[in-house]
């Protein structure tokens, strides 16, 4: 716990990005949970994980931009990623997923210039016949970033949101985002939240987590269930089964480099399966969250330091 909170707090601090940057071994550590630093890069990981039957969210990796010329950047390359993803011609089997900090929503007004930024590349997705997903950052944002989410939703019903399990309102916010044709990513959550807000304890997210599975697998949406977890995986299948859910209305997300033979293992066996693929310069706090969501990354990353 207390390894993972000075990672988390890393994530926001740039020193660990140099020590990274420039070292072969570490490097390969970084490539091993994202697809490169180009678009060409990712979407060569696409069409990899494609021939696998694994679909894909993609990720242009930028987060806390500070500036609107920042925030227009993300929006450009990520209308430049749906038009490679259209050339590959997959249509809903590959979609992106955006974090709203990267559109301006940390700015001054910045809930309006996220809105305004992130819409026309919905729209573009909408006419290359995909979907848009909004990544949850940490809890500040959440009743923005729902906001943003309700109001796409009206002309771009396909539009996703993610929950994040960890937090408390969570469960009331999976109710009410259990209607028809929603798409709802559930995740434990990677952000590291006080205590007046979220569930600290592994056992108290679990737990919330299964709540939340059962109220998203009971409703009328499409739930995404993002989670490397076998255990909340297998309870999922048991979910669908008892709902009588089609293998086309529920999904299974898992990133990119983690447990890739369970996605190709579970994609051949008939249950959809999404590998969320981030790609980009802005690499490092992506990779310092993973680094602190499992003591065995931390482990491997510091092998790799000595070995340089
Ligand atoms: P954990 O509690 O980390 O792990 C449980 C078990 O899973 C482990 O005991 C092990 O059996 C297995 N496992 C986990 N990692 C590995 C591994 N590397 N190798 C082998 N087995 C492993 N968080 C957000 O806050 N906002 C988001 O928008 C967001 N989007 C996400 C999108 C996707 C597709 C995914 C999968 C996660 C996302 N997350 C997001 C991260 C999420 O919140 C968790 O931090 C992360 O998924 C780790 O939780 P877990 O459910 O995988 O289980």
């Known amino acids: 716990m207390v390894l993972q909170k000075t990672l988390l707090a890393a994530s926001r601090r740039p020193g660990l990005r140099r020590m990274v940057t420039g070292n072969s071994a570490t490097r390969r550590v970084v490539d091993r949970f994202v697809a490169g630093e180009t678009l060409d890069d990712a979407l060569s990981a696409v069409e990899a994980l494609a021939a696998d039957g694994v679909r894909v969210t993609l990720d242009h990796l930028g987060e806390d931009v500070t500036t609107r010329t920042g925030a227009e950047h993300s929006r450009d390359a990520y209308l430049a990623a749906l038009e490679g993803l259209a050339r590959l011609g ?3 089997r ?5 974090k709203l900090s990267a559109f301006g929503q940390a700015l001054p007004g910045g809930h309006d210039i996220a809105l305004e930024l992130v819409r026309p590349v919905v729209e573009a997705a909408t006419a290359a016949g995909t979907t848009v997903t909004l990544d949850m950052e940490d809890h500040r944002t959440v009743d923005s970033t729902l906001a943003v989410l309700a109001e796409l939703r009206t002309q771009h019903p396909g539009t996703g949101a993610v929950l994040q399990a960890m937090l408390f309102r969570t469960e009331d916010d999976a109710k009410a985002l259990a209607v028809p044709g929603s798409r709802v990513r559930l995740v434990k959550g990677a952000y590291n939240e006080p205590p007046e807000v979220a ?3 592994r056992k108290d997210v679990d737990a919330a987590y299964a709540r939340c599975l059962e109220i998203l697998m009971a409703g009328p949406g499409y739930p995404m ?14 979910l669908a089964a008892q709902h009588s859910r089609a293998a086309d209305s529920w999904e299974v997300q898992m990133l990119y480099g983690i447990r890739p033979d369970e996605q190709r293992r579970l994609a051949a066996a008939g249950t959809r399966v999404r590998a969320y693929v981030p790609y980009g310069v802005d690499w490092y706090a992506y990779f310092v969250r993973r680094l602190a969501e499992r003591p065995a990354n931390v482990g ?5 330091l000595l070995t340089r």
């Open 94 to 98: 590959a979609e992106v997923s955006v």
């Open 300 to 304: 491997f990353f510091l092998r790799s």
């Open 199 to 201: 569930h600290r304890a």
């Open 90 to 92: 997959l249509g809903d």
């Open 225 to 238: 269930v993002g989670s490397h977890d076998p255990s909340m995986v297998t309870r999922a299948h048991e």
